[in-house]
Protein backbone atom coordinates (compact mmCIF):
# COMPACT_ATOMS: atom_id res chain seq x y z
CA UNK A 1 0.00 0.00 0.00
CA UNK A 2 1.05 3.72 -0.91
CA UNK A 3 1.88 6.35 2.10
CA UNK A 4 -1.50 7.73 2.77
CA UNK A 5 0.17 11.42 1.80
CA UNK A 6 0.98 10.04 -1.68
CA UNK A 7 -2.82 8.71 -1.99
CA UNK A 8 -4.14 12.04 -1.46
CA UNK A 9 -5.16 14.54 -3.79
CA UNK A 10 -4.22 18.42 -2.64
CA UNK A 11 -8.49 18.50 -3.13
CA UNK A 12 -8.39 16.19 -0.13
CA UNK A 13 -5.45 17.06 2.07
CA UNK A 14 -7.00 20.82 1.96
CA UNK A 15 -10.41 19.45 3.15
CA UNK A 16 -8.79 17.58 5.79
CA UNK A 17 -6.91 20.44 7.14
CA UNK A 18 -10.39 22.37 6.74
CA UNK A 19 -12.52 19.12 8.84
CA UNK A 20 -9.27 19.92 11.72
CA UNK A 21 -9.72 23.35 11.79
CA UNK A 22 -13.22 23.44 11.98
CA UNK A 23 -13.34 20.88 14.71
CA UNK A 24 -11.17 23.91 16.45
CA UNK A 25 -12.49 26.42 15.14
CA UNK A 26 -16.65 25.83 16.22
CA UNK A 27 -16.88 25.36 19.94
CA UNK A 28 -14.83 28.63 19.63
CA UNK A 29 -17.47 30.27 17.71
CA UNK A 30 -20.28 28.62 19.39
CA UNK A 31 -21.47 26.61 17.09
CA UNK A 32 -25.10 27.14 16.16
CA UNK A 33 -26.44 24.78 18.43
CA UNK A 34 -29.26 23.16 16.00
CA UNK A 35 -29.67 22.57 12.56
CA UNK A 36 -32.31 25.03 11.37
CA UNK A 37 -35.96 23.32 10.24
CA UNK A 38 -35.25 23.80 6.68
CA UNK A 39 -32.09 22.31 6.87
CA UNK A 40 -33.74 18.51 8.68
CA UNK A 41 -36.52 18.60 5.68
CA UNK A 42 -33.84 18.61 3.23
CA UNK A 43 -31.97 16.23 5.03
CA UNK A 44 -34.59 13.77 6.13
CA UNK A 45 -36.53 13.83 2.51
CA UNK A 46 -34.04 11.25 1.45
CA UNK A 47 -32.26 9.61 4.59
CA UNK A 48 -35.32 9.97 6.60
CA UNK A 49 -36.94 10.50 9.75
CA UNK A 50 -34.77 11.30 12.20
CA UNK A 51 -32.05 9.75 9.66
CA UNK A 52 -33.51 6.38 9.35
CA UNK A 53 -33.46 5.61 5.37
CA UNK A 54 -36.38 3.96 3.69
CA UNK A 55 -35.17 5.54 0.62
CA UNK A 56 -32.95 3.00 -2.00
CA UNK A 57 -29.27 3.13 -1.84
CA UNK A 58 -29.92 6.26 0.49
CA UNK A 59 -27.90 5.28 3.80
CA UNK A 60 -29.25 5.87 7.21
CA UNK A 61 -26.96 8.71 8.93
CA UNK A 62 -28.77 8.37 12.56
CA UNK A 63 -26.18 7.60 14.67
CA UNK A 64 -23.34 7.82 13.14
CA UNK A 65 -20.17 9.22 14.84
CA UNK A 66 -20.48 12.87 14.76
CA UNK A 67 -16.71 13.42 13.45
CA UNK A 68 -17.31 10.61 11.11
CA UNK A 69 -20.77 13.14 9.30
CA UNK A 70 -18.60 16.04 9.92
CA UNK A 71 -15.69 14.58 7.78
CA UNK A 72 -18.46 13.51 5.51
CA UNK A 73 -20.02 16.58 4.53
CA UNK A 74 -16.81 19.11 4.33
CA UNK A 75 -15.57 16.63 2.10
CA UNK A 76 -18.87 17.08 0.00
CA UNK A 77 -18.67 20.22 0.29
CA UNK A 78 -15.55 20.79 -1.01
CA UNK A 79 -15.71 18.46 -4.00
CA UNK A 80 -13.56 15.78 -2.63
CA UNK A 81 -16.37 12.88 -2.41
CA UNK A 82 -18.54 13.49 -5.01
CA UNK A 83 -22.41 12.50 -4.02
CA UNK A 84 -24.59 14.59 -6.97
CA UNK A 85 -27.59 14.75 -5.08
CA UNK A 86 -26.16 16.16 -2.22
CA UNK A 87 -24.00 19.05 -3.76
CA UNK A 88 -26.79 21.72 -4.46
CA UNK A 89 -27.28 21.73 -0.82
CA UNK A 90 -23.69 21.57 0.74
CA UNK A 91 -22.09 24.21 -1.85
CA UNK A 92 -22.60 27.36 0.60
CA UNK A 93 -23.59 25.80 3.39
CA UNK A 94 -21.46 27.34 6.58
CA UNK A 95 -19.14 25.54 8.99
CA UNK A 96 -21.50 25.98 11.93
CA UNK A 97 -24.59 24.27 9.76
CA UNK A 98 -22.32 21.64 9.04
CA UNK A 99 -21.74 20.82 12.62
CA UNK A 100 -25.19 21.45 13.91
CA UNK A 101 -26.28 18.59 11.21
CA UNK A 102 -23.17 16.08 12.69
CA UNK A 103 -24.03 16.58 16.30
CA UNK A 104 -27.84 16.19 15.27
CA UNK A 105 -28.04 13.00 13.21
CA UNK A 106 -24.99 11.47 15.76
CA UNK A 107 -27.53 11.81 18.56
CA UNK A 108 -30.37 10.66 16.81
CA UNK A 109 -31.56 6.42 17.83
CA UNK A 110 -30.17 4.37 14.62
CA UNK A 111 -33.18 1.97 13.72
CA UNK A 112 -32.25 -1.72 11.77
CA UNK A 113 -32.77 -1.48 8.29
CA UNK A 114 -36.18 -2.93 7.53
CA UNK A 115 -34.75 -4.79 4.48
CA UNK A 116 -35.14 -8.39 4.41
CA UNK A 117 -32.10 -10.02 5.41
CA UNK A 118 -31.12 -13.29 3.89
CA UNK A 119 -29.88 -15.05 7.30
CA UNK A 120 -27.53 -17.61 5.25
CA UNK A 121 -25.82 -14.73 3.76
CA UNK A 122 -25.72 -13.32 7.02
CA UNK A 123 -23.84 -16.58 8.62
CA UNK A 124 -21.32 -15.98 5.93
CA UNK A 125 -20.50 -12.87 6.20
CA UNK A 126 -19.63 -13.17 9.88
CA UNK A 127 -17.03 -15.58 8.74
CA UNK A 128 -16.11 -12.71 6.59
CA UNK A 129 -15.07 -10.07 9.26
CA UNK A 130 -12.03 -11.20 11.09
CA UNK A 131 -10.20 -12.34 8.10
CA UNK A 132 -11.06 -8.31 6.38
CA UNK A 133 -10.31 -7.11 9.64
CA UNK A 134 -13.87 -5.19 9.43
CA UNK A 135 -13.70 -4.58 13.53
CA UNK A 136 -10.28 -2.75 13.43
CA UNK A 137 -11.89 0.13 12.32
CA UNK A 138 -15.71 -0.18 12.28
CA UNK A 139 -15.24 -1.71 15.93
CA UNK A 140 -16.49 -5.20 17.41
CA UNK A 141 -19.98 -4.12 17.50
CA UNK A 142 -19.80 -2.41 13.70
CA UNK A 143 -21.25 0.80 14.97
CA UNK A 144 -18.18 2.42 13.90
CA UNK A 145 -16.09 5.34 15.34
CA UNK A 146 -14.28 8.55 14.28
CA UNK A 147 -14.15 8.44 10.50
CA UNK A 148 -15.54 4.74 10.42
CA UNK A 149 -19.17 4.93 9.87
CA UNK A 150 -21.83 2.86 11.44
CA UNK A 151 -22.37 0.06 9.27
CA UNK A 152 -24.67 -2.17 12.23
CA UNK A 153 -28.02 -2.01 10.58
CA UNK A 154 -26.86 -0.18 7.75
CA UNK A 155 -29.79 -0.45 4.48
CA UNK A 156 -28.74 -3.54 2.69
CA UNK A 157 -28.62 -2.07 -0.80
CA UNK A 158 -26.80 0.52 0.35
CA UNK A 159 -23.85 -1.45 1.60
CA UNK A 160 -23.82 -3.52 -1.22
CA UNK A 161 -23.56 -0.56 -3.76
CA UNK A 162 -20.56 0.98 -1.11
CA UNK A 163 -18.57 -1.66 -1.04
CA UNK A 164 -18.31 -2.73 -4.31
CA UNK A 165 -17.58 1.23 -5.23
CA UNK A 166 -14.62 0.86 -2.61
CA UNK A 167 -13.76 -2.65 -4.62
CA UNK A 168 -14.13 -1.33 -7.88
CA UNK A 169 -12.04 2.21 -7.00
CA UNK A 170 -15.10 4.29 -7.95
CA UNK A 171 -15.52 6.24 -4.43
CA UNK A 172 -14.34 9.43 -4.54
CA UNK A 173 -12.99 11.20 -1.31
CA UNK A 174 -13.34 7.61 0.46
CA UNK A 175 -10.42 5.86 3.00
CA UNK A 176 -7.88 4.14 1.55
CA UNK A 177 -8.47 1.78 4.10
CA UNK A 178 -11.35 0.80 3.10
CA UNK A 179 -10.34 0.47 -0.71
CA UNK A 180 -7.69 -1.44 0.19
CA UNK A 181 -9.62 -3.91 2.76
CA UNK A 182 -12.37 -4.60 -0.21
CA UNK A 183 -10.23 -5.24 -3.20
CA UNK A 184 -10.50 -8.68 -4.28
CA UNK A 185 -14.09 -9.69 -2.37
CA UNK A 186 -16.47 -11.24 -5.03
CA UNK A 187 -19.92 -10.53 -5.60
CA UNK A 188 -21.12 -13.04 -3.20
CA UNK A 189 -18.60 -12.14 -0.73
CA UNK A 190 -19.98 -8.45 -0.64
CA UNK A 191 -23.49 -9.30 0.10
CA UNK A 192 -22.57 -11.57 2.40
CA UNK A 193 -20.73 -9.03 4.09
CA UNK A 194 -23.60 -6.85 3.46
CA UNK A 195 -26.27 -8.99 5.00
CA UNK A 196 -24.50 -9.64 8.20
CA UNK A 197 -23.61 -5.87 8.97
CA UNK A 198 -27.46 -4.88 8.10
CA UNK A 199 -28.06 -7.74 10.64
CA UNK A 200 -26.61 -6.42 13.43
Known amino acids: MKPLTTMLTRKT ?16 AQAQSAPSAERL ?19 SIAGQPEFFLLNSLVLIREGVRNVEPMAPFMKDMKDDEIQALATYFAAQKPERTDEPIDQ ?9 VDPRHCTSCHTPNLTGEQTAPRIAGQRLDYLIDAITA ?12 MSEAAQGLSDADI ?5 YAASK
Not at 41 to 48: K, N, V
Not at 166 to 177: A, E, I, K, Q, V
Request: proline share 5%; net charge positive.
Open 13 to 28: LRAVVTVALLLVAIPA
Open 41 to 59: ELCSSCHGAGGNSKTEKIP
Open 120 to 128: AQARRGAEL
Open 166 to 177: FRDSRRTGGDPL
Open 191 to 195: VALAN
